[in-house]
């Protein structure tokens, strides 16, 4: 298969090469277009308001790697791939293996998600990956597992409606975090739903060498934060059997899954449209004045 890597830990990311090298020895066509340093927690964000450079490089990774270092990012190096680096479009979009995990509400804020969401607003089925926690260094048990991924979607194309009950499918984004402890250690893989993160920050202030104040951001992962019910309202057009609904009430959320150490597989849509909240305002009288 013809693939697009990305990251937003930048170009000589540990995770990048890894899974960069471990899919070109699987015989994937590979081309990596990725920051030119870090530009985590980045989101979605695009550069207008100056250049973006792009310059191939060389050595970092397997030969036979075509790879570009962008000075913009991770959204930029996907859409500039698309736009003028790549000769025709790849079959599949990956982003990762970032160092740390994107799980529930951490991929609003993810510039490794949303390097592959561009992949997907693109028309293109894109994969996330990410090593959770920043203990582990391994990158190789999650290369491993996005080669099986990548070989599996390539013998059964990744389809967000296969049996064509919605007209207005699209492409879809999988978001995987693997647990960042030994490969024996892995308890399986888990099929999720996007659960909610929360986080106790901290802003702490401090005076730099001229006297002026600024403030470092920091905080904690919140433990057992409540996770939320599954929205059906989107459901209902869509065809879904009693079957499918009473089995999708039962899948966990990816963050209740990563404590079990399984290997969790989100799909996800940028269609951010709250239906219970259409629902909720339908009654209210809503005017110009």
């Known amino acids: 298969m013809k693939l697009l890597i990305s990251n937003d830990d930048g170009i000589f990311a540990q995770g990048i090469r890894t899974l960069a090298n ?22 979605h964000g695009l550069t207008l308001h100056k250049p973006i ?22 959204s930029d190096c996907v859409k500039l791939a698309f736009g003028a ?67 599996q979607l390539q013998r059964d194309p990744l389809q967000r409606d296969p049996l064509q009950r919605d007209p207005f499918s699209r492409p879809m ?3 995987v975090n693997v647990p960042g402890v030994e490969a024996a250690q892995i308890a399986g893989v888990k099929l999720t739903r996007q659960g909610v993160r929360r986080y106790l920050d901290q802003f702490e202030k401090r005076i730099d060498p001229r006297g002026k104040t600024y403030y470092w951001l920091a905080g904690e992962v919140m433990a057992d934060v409540p996770q939320p019910p599954l929205e059906f309202a989107t459901m209902a057009k869509t065809g879904l059997t009693a079957e499918e609904l009473t089995w999708i009430s039962t899948v966990e959320t990816d963050v209740q899954a990563i404590r079990q150490n399984f290997i969790t597989v989100t799909p996800l849509q940028y269609n951010l449209t709250c239906a219970s909240g259409l629902a909720s305002l339908r009654h209210l009288k809503l005017d110009v004045t």
Do not use: K
């Open 85 to 151: 680096l790549l000769d025709q479009p790849p079959d599949l979009v990956l982003s990762g293996i970032n160092h740390g995990s994107n799980l529930g509400t951490d991929v609003l804020y993810s510039g490794t998600v949303s390097a592959a969401m561009e992949g997907v607003i693109e028309g293109i089925n894109s994969i996330a990956l990410s090593l959770t926690g920043f203990t582990s260094n391994d990158f190789q048990p999650a290369a491993d597992f996005a080669s099986r991924l990548v070989e």
């Open 173 to 175: 984004l999988l978001n």
């Open 22 to 43: 471990t899919l070109a020895v699987a015989g994937h066509d590979i081309t990596v277009v990725c920051p030119d340093r870090e530009r985590s927690a980045t989101g």
């Open 53 to 74: 450079r792009a310059e191939q490089v060389e050595s970092v990774f397997a030969p036979g790697i075509q790879a570009w270092a962008c000075s913009g990012t991770p």
